[in-house]
């Protein structure tokens, strides 16, 4: 399994429904290891926020 984004891209983040708050424009700062789970993920961060996310790949499309 490989990452679909690439560090540095720009990416929507929709928080879901645990995390309203949180949706909008994030850049991938990298990619963290698939688990056995064959979880892809990824940490983010916002240009708005001081701290960095981490986002399941479902969770992000392109920037657009």
């Known amino acids: 399994m490989t990452h ?3 560090v540095g891209a720009d ?3 929709d928080g879901g429904m645990v995390t309203h708050g949180a949706r909008g424009k994030y850049k991938i700062v990298r990619h963290l290891p ?3 789970d ?4 990824y940490r983010i961060k916002s240009s708005a926020e001081t701290f ?3 986002a399941d790949e479902f969770q992000l499309t392109s920037d657009k």
């Open 4 to 6: 679909k984004f690439a």
């Open 34 to 36: 698939v688990e056995q």
């Open 11 to 13: 990416v929507y983040y």
């Open 52 to 54: 960095e996310r981490t």
């Open 38 to 41: 064959k979880r892809i993920i």
